[in-house]
Each structure stands twice: as C-alpha cells, then as structure tokens.
C-alpha cells in the first residue's frame, strides 16, 4: 500500500508569515496534485506536478516536485486570511493516474 | 453546469438499515470515484469505475456495493448500515488521461 505522510497536521500563523507543507513517501508517484477544501464543501484542485524536480507557481503558491518523484512541498508566501483552508496533497498510483493516494491533509489557520 | 451532485447532503441511519448514495456529473467524463473522509484520515478511495460498466474496489470497499448505472451516474450502497461507516462521503469523477478530479459537496452519514 501506497502511503502519503503530510506534515504538519495543523498549522496556525498570522497573516503576512511564510509557511511550507510537507507530503513526503517511500513510493514513487506518477503525479502529485494538491487540493484545497473549504469547510462542507469538495476539494478543488490547485496544481498538478509531473516531472521530478518541478517547480509551479500560482501566485503566493509555490509547488514542488521532488527529484525522486517522492515527495512534494507546498509554500506559501505572505499568508492572507483567504488561505485559511485543509491542505491535501494527492499521489497518482497508475501510469493514468487513475487512483489517487491521499495524505491526512493540514488544518491551515491564517489569523488577521 | 452543475458539475458533479450528490444526494441526499444528509443522513441519519439506525444500525442495520440500508441506503443509496446518488451521484451524477454531466461533464461527460469516464471515470468515477467513490472516497470517505474521516477525521484524522484524510480521503479514503472504496470503489470506482473507469468507465461505463466496469467497476474496481479501492482501498476501504467492505461493507458497500456500487453501480455504474451510465456514464453519467454511480451510486454507492450501504447494504448493512454500521456505526463505523459514520463518516463524510465524496464522489469525484475526472476525464481519462487528464490528472484532475472533480469532487462533489460531500454526503454527511451518520450512523446510531
């Protein structure tokens, strides 16, 4: 079984901080996505990461890909209260990434 | 588009009785997913279907049947309701070969 750790659990920051997730495996992964979900509601999609060593930026969002195709990261720059939210990070398991491993997700507070 | 529905948000069932969970998504995508969502355990995979009339298991499937009753639809079945399948359930579907999932607002069991 495929298994995706993501650390830390719960984090609580004020807003204008940096902060970075951790989604780290001894698998290797075909693809990473991470997802954001908002209280009642389905995650959402930010980025996918396909290639080892990847770098994408949406905004404030830095994601990378680790070489090994192992592990991802997920830095926020300059924290704002609309980033509060749950972090989940996705492996995909298939050469389609048809199935997807989730880790637990982080619990991410921004406070005002 | 409404993207991808569940119904009913929620539900309460008694020990020992049986319910069907309703999904349907009109982006025309092949595949399906069936996931929980417990505290602490992020999203867990029970079944899904990659396409019109084929089914697999995931990694939680006892205890629940499936149907792919078209492209559009995939229902999800507690033949046997029990207190441990209390938990928050999400359908997703996404198109083959494209990486993203879309996720639905979630149906909220819980099971006395």
């Known amino acids: 079984t495929q298994l995706l750790e993501q650390s830390p659990q719960f984090l609580s920051i004020q807003e204008g901080e940096n902060l970075t997730v951790y989604c780290n495996s001894s698998?290797?992964?075909?693809?990473l996505q991470w997802y954001r979900q908002e209280p009642g509601e389905g995650p959402v999609l930010l980025v996918t990461?396909?290639?080892?060593?990847e770098v994408k930026k949406l905004k404030r969002l830095t994601f990378q890909f680790g070489d090994a195709r192992k592990d991802s990261s997920l830095h926020i720059t300059a924290a704002q209260p609309g980033d509060t939210g749950l972090y989940l990070c996705?492996?995909?398991?298939?050469?389609?990434?048809?199935?997807?491993?989730f880790g637990k997700g982080t619990k991410l507070t921004v406070n005002p | 588009n409404a993207g991808v529905t569940q119904t009913p948000k929620f539900q309460v069932l008694k020990t020992g009785q049986s319910m069907t969970l309703q999904c349907a998504q009109d982006?025309?995508?092949?595949?399906m997913y069936w996931y929980r969502q417990d505290p602490g355990m992020g999203l867990r995979l029970i079944y899904y279907s990659a396409s019109e009339g084929t089914t697999d298991k995931g990694e939680v499937p006892n205890g629940y049947n499936v149907s792919r009753l078209n492209k559009r639809e995939f229902s999800l079945r507690l033949e046997s309701a029990a207190p441990s399948q209390t938990s928050v359930y999400f359908c997703?579907?996404?198109?083959?070969?494209?990486?993203?999932?879309?996720f639905g607002p979630g149906t909220r069991l819980t099971v006395t």
């Open positions: 982006m025309n995508h092949n595949s």
């Open positions: 698998s290797v992964f075909s693809s």
């Open positions: 997703a579907s996404r198109w083959t070969g494209v990486y993203e999932q879309y």
């Open positions: 990461v396909v290639t080892g060593g």
């Open positions: 996705a492996g995909g398991t298939q050469g389609g990434s048809e199935k997807l491993v």
